[in-house]
């Protein structure tokens, strides 16, 4: 009897999962296009199509529990590099991991109006806001401000940042390196960033400010109706309005004082377009914001994230290979931290870069495809994109590929060193957590540099613990760290 109903069980199982899976290649594509390349026409497809109903009702649980990065990883194993989801047949959102999604041009592939929700956030007047021509110069405004030459200058700052907030820990104690790293980022930003002008006074409310900016930017419902008279939406509209008046204050005084700093706000005032017209207090204070948002929640995540992976307890001989890399550098160098001297922790700059192929803050990237193109599959399928696609793709998926990273879920930093350097052997865009091709990341040395100044203090300077569980990932976030507090303890210590 039990075995009866078991198996009257289990059919109707297999039928339901035959039911979904059959709606799941239902999509098998037709064909749509005739392409002509080298005079011959080839009829090409379109990508397999899933519905969003289907998605669901397959996936639900496992969206729940792990979030939409392993969705798309599950369907990227069943329907091959190139897909399609419809939702409603309203929106087509094709899901490429491929390297064409950075490297086509602007005229097929196109930042998409999902950027329009940063309009508010950063202000009238710049970047998706503005034409492409005057976005590009503003980019390369952006660019030219934390650009290597700029960079060095930035070092010194960031040491300074770094040694005064440490010096404010105990002789032991335990904290949450989450929160830690948050805080001292925003100092580390606001330094460089706004430049000494912003003193202890101002900082504070800068910090609220931004952070108040923030989070009431960036919900759900902004990304579809930025100017809905939400109450969330009320606050971001009177943070960025304060902030926008604190930073216009600046640029006048900077102007007026006619003493040239080095920092980025100084940059920008130096900056010209290209009829030699320099920007406006609105355009400097909106690219001042962007570049706070871009580089705030990114960089303290990844530094959160490089701790965690270094100090859990299957990390350790991670940990002691860069604890002996900052002996042997003091070794030669003493105390002292410059440039140079942070371009020679190859084995934390790894511990960080893989920190970051597992955990990419930027996870889902998005854009739209201007006309349509066709695309070539791993698996050896051309398909055809139509013109209005909305199209993403999916760092944590791209990065953690099977055929360029062995054992790809494992923290390995030593994947990254000579004989290895598995994101040099696999090709061009293997490595993404910094996006790449046209729109990639311009703060990367930034990052780096501000993260292993961090790191190389706290290893010189601490004995660390990992005392809280590894972390999960917050998955319902759009730009995704780690979920909750993570807990360490620290001693002080001299390394050598
Ligand atoms: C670990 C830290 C960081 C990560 C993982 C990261 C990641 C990214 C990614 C994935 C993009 C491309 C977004 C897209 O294609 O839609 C991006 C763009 C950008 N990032 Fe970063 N970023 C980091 C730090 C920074 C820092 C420190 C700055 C500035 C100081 C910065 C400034 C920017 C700007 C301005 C853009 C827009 C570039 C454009 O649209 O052409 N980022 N970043």
Redesign the pocket.
């Known amino acids: 009897m039990d075995l009866t109903i078991t198996s009257l069980v289990a059919a109707c199982l297999s039928m339901a999962v035959l039911f979904v899976a059959t709606k799941m290649i239902q999509q098998r594509p037709r064909t749509l296009y005739l392409y002509e390349k080298e005079n011959k026409e080839e009829e090409l497809l379109l990508p397999p199509v899933m519905s969003v109903v289907s998605v669901l009702t397959a996936y639900l649980p496992t969206l729940i529990a792990k979030g939409l990065p392993a969705v798309i990883h599950d369907l990227h194993s069943r329907l091959g590099s190139v897909f399609t989801v419809s939702v409603f047949g309203l929106k087509k959102v094709t899901l490429l991991v491929t390297a064409h999604f950075f490297q086509a041009s602007e005229s097929e592939i196109r ?1 998409s109006n999902i950027y329009k929700v940063t309009v508010p956030v950063f202000g009238r007047g710049v970047l998706y806001d503005v034409d492409l021509a005057t976005r590009s110069r503003q ?1 390369s405004f ?1 660019t030219d401000s ?1 650009k290597p030459i700029n960079l060095r200058g930035h070092v010194d700052s960031m040491v300074h940042e770094v040694e005064g907030y440490f010096a404010q820990w105990g002789e032991d104690g335990v904290v949450d390196i989450k929160y830690e790293m948050g805080n001292l980022i925003l100092l580390i930003a606001n330094r460089c ?1 706004l430049g000494k002008q912003f003193g202890e006074s101002k900082l504070e409310q800068v910090s609220t400010l931004l952070h108040e900016l923030f989070d009431n930017g960036f919900h759900l419902i902004s990304l579809f109706f930025p100017y809905l008279p939400t109450p969330q939406h009320r606050r971001r509209d009177k943070a960025r309005a304060m902030l926008g008046e604190m930073i216009h204050e600046a640029v006048r005084s900077r102007r007026n004082s006619g003493v040239a700093e080095d920092d980025v706000l100084q940059k920008f005032l130096d900056s010209k377009y290209i009829n030699g017209r320099c920007m406006t207090e609105n355009e400097i204070a909106g690219l001042l914001i ?2 706070m948002f ?2 705030q929640h ?2 303290s995540s ?1 530094s959160t994230w490089t701790g965690a992976c270094l100090l859990s307890h299957g990390h350790r001989s991670y940990l002691a290979a860069a604890i002996q890399e900052q002996k042997r550098i003091i070794q030669q160098h003493g105390d002292r931290i410059n440039w140079g001297i942070l371009l020679q922790m190859t084995t934390l700059t790894h511990c960080i870069k893989e920190a ?1 192929r597992l955990h ?3 996870n889902l ?2 854009r739209h495809a201007s006309k349509s193109f066709s695309v070539q599959t791993r698996q050896g399928h051309r398909y055809q994109i139509p013109k209005g696609h909305t199209l993403a793709t999916c ?1 944590t998926v791209g990065n953690r590929l099977p055929y360029i990273y062995k054992d790809p879920n494992v923290y390995d930093p030593s994947r990254f060193g000579p004989g290895r350097e598995e994101d040099k052997v696999g090709g061009k865009f293997s490595y993404t ?3 790449a091709g046209r ?6 040395d ?2 780096y540099m501000q993260i292993k100044v961090i790191w190389s203090h706290l290893l010189r300077n601490f004995d660390l613990e990992l005392i809280s569980p590894f972390p999960e990932e917050e998955w319902e976030k759009f730009i995704p760290g780690p979920k909750g507090k993570v807990m360490v303890t620290y001693k002080r210590r001299r390394l050598l």
């Open positions: 930042q980019i952006c934390i960033l962007c570049m871009a580089a990114t960089s990844t970051l990419p803050p930027a990237l998005i760092t957590p910094f996006s729109h990639v990341c311009l703060g990367e930034f990052a």
